[in-house]
């Protein structure tokens, strides 16, 4: 059959994605070397060192393998409209020209067969030293890393001030949960957070959600941090979240309720997050399988490269 394949590279990463072999679809696509980021049964994501010790990028892979799959494609738009690996790339951007934390997009493929799509990917730069929310919660639960509870105070208001940021530009998420913020501390101790895997809900459908579309990106939030977290905490980020907005503007109808009765509207917002519990609990399961798998890949290489080593 007739195969056809694209790939949209911003051109300042051209050589650095050409020296990773990530310049081309056929490259990106039998890609196999790299740390497993996540994984599912039609979609991984691998973390690829850079060239030079430099950053180095991650890639989101989505595959149709069979022609189920690629209907099922066609029937969400993939056929005449824009893929995952496109449509997260042009999101993205739009956060970043909007003045919103995100990591960078470098680059989108796709490989087309008689146009249906079998295959996509997107390919972003990696923010050194960070790690998702729910990574970072796992090792400070696990006693891996130790958080004082001003730290903890710090991280949760930064995430209402970032969130609210977010929603004072006019940009939606769609798709909230710890695991899709990076989190990561600067040279003065404060945290400073990165969104990724945006999926803005379009105009009909922050109408259509039966309830103000902030408050599901609340909820969506709260549901990561229900494991983590303690009701007099999440008390505060909402309260921030409020304040914050209102300062920058961003009030929409629905807000001033908020301010009413705090604590009617945590209970509401974890109402709504009850709708992603279980799948979220299974997530926070799986990052902590893939957390644990990285470390003992750590280990085990760790301990091939001494035994490697020659005797002095």
């Given at each position: 059959?007739?195969?056809?394949?694209?790939?949209?590279?911003?051109?300042?990463?051209?050589?650095?994605?050409?020296?990773?072999?990530?310049?081309?679809?056929?490259?990106?696509?039998?890609?196999?070397?790299?740390?497993?980021?996540?994984?599912?049964?039609?979609?991984?994501?691998?973390?690829?060192?850079?060239?030079?010790?430099?950053?180095?990028?991650?890639?989101?892979?989505?595959?149709?393998?069979?022609?189920?799959?690629?209907?099922?494609?066609?029937?969400?738009?993939?056929?005449?409209?824009?893929?995952?690996?496109?449509?997260?790339?042009?999101?993205?951007?739009?956060?970043?020209?909007?003045?919103?934390?995100?990591?960078?997009?470098?680059?989108?493929?796709?490989?087309?067969?008689?146009?249906?799509?079998?295959?996509?990917?997107?390919?972003?730069?990696?923010?050194?030293?960070?790690?998702?929310?729910?990574?970072?919660?796992?090792?400070?639960?696990?006693?891996?890393?130790?958080?004082?509870?001003d730290q903890r105070s710090r991280l949760l208001l930064a995430l209402a001030e970032h969130l609210a940021l977010l929603h004072a530009t006019g940009c939606s998420h769609g798709n909230l949960f710890w695991r899709n913020i990076l989190v990561r501390d600067t040279p003065d101790g404060r945290p400073e957070l990165f969104f990724l895997d945006p999926q803005p809900l379009r105009a009909w459908e922050r109408l259509a959600a039966g309830v103000p579309w902030w408050l599901r990106e609340l909820?969506?939030?709260?549901?990561?941090?229900?494991?983590?977290?303690?009701?007099?905490?999440?008390?505060?980020?909402?309260?921030?979240?409020?304040?914050?907005?209102?300062?920058?503007?961003?009030?929409?109808?629905?807000?001033?309720?908020?301010?009413?009765?705090?604590?009617?509207?945590?209970?509401?917002?974890?109402?709504?997050?009850?709708?992603?519990?279980?799948?979220?609990?299974?997530?926070?399961?799986?990052?902590?399988?893939?957390?644990?798998?990285?470390?003992?890949?750590?280990?085990?290489?760790?301990?091939?490269?001494?035994?490697?080593?020659?005797?002095?």
């Amino acid at each position: 059959m007739f195969v056809t394949e694209h790939m949209r590279i911003d051109p300042a990463y051209r050589e650095r994605l050409r020296a990773c072999g990530l310049d081309t679809v056929a490259g990106v696509l039998a890609l196999v070397d790299g740390r497993v980021a996540a994984w599912s049964r039609t979609t991984d994501t691998l973390r690829v060192p850079g060239p030079d010790d430099g950053p180095g990028f991650y890639v989101k892979r989505y595959l149709f393998p069979t022609w189920t799959k690629r209907l099922r494609g066609t029937l969400r738009g993939t056929f005449f409209g824009q893929h995952r690996g496109r449509a997260e790339y042009r999101a993205l951007n739009a956060l970043r020209s909007a003045g919103v934390p995100a990591v960078r997009a470098v680059a989108w493929g796709e490989r087309r067969v008689a146009h249906f799509l079998t295959a996509c990917f997107l390919i972003t730069e990696e923010v050194p030293d960070a790690e998702n929310l729910t990574s970072f919660a796992l090792k400070v639960v696990g006693g891996r890393r130790r958080m004082s509870n001003d730290q903890r105070s710090r991280l949760l208001l930064a995430l209402a001030e970032h969130l609210a940021l977010l929603h004072a530009t006019g940009c939606s998420h769609g798709n909230l949960f710890w695991r899709n913020i990076l989190v990561r501390d600067t040279p003065d101790g404060r945290p400073e957070l990165f969104f990724l895997d945006p999926q803005p809900l379009r105009a009909w459908e922050r109408l259509a959600a039966g309830v103000p579309w902030w408050l599901r990106e609340l909820a969506q939030v709260t549901v990561s941090a229900l494991p983590f977290t303690t009701r007099a905490e999440r008390l505060r980020f909402i309260r921030r979240y409020v304040a914050c907005s209102r300062d920058s503007g961003f009030d929409p109808p629905g807000i001033e309720r908020v301010a009413d009765d705090w604590k009617a509207t945590v209970r509401t917002v974890e109402t709504l997050a009850a709708a992603w519990r279980h799948h979220e609990d299974r997530r926070i399961h799986m990052t902590r399988l893939f957390d644990e798998w990285n470390r003992q890949l750590a280990r085990e290489t760790g301990r091939a490269t001494s035994a490697a080593e020659p005797a002095s």
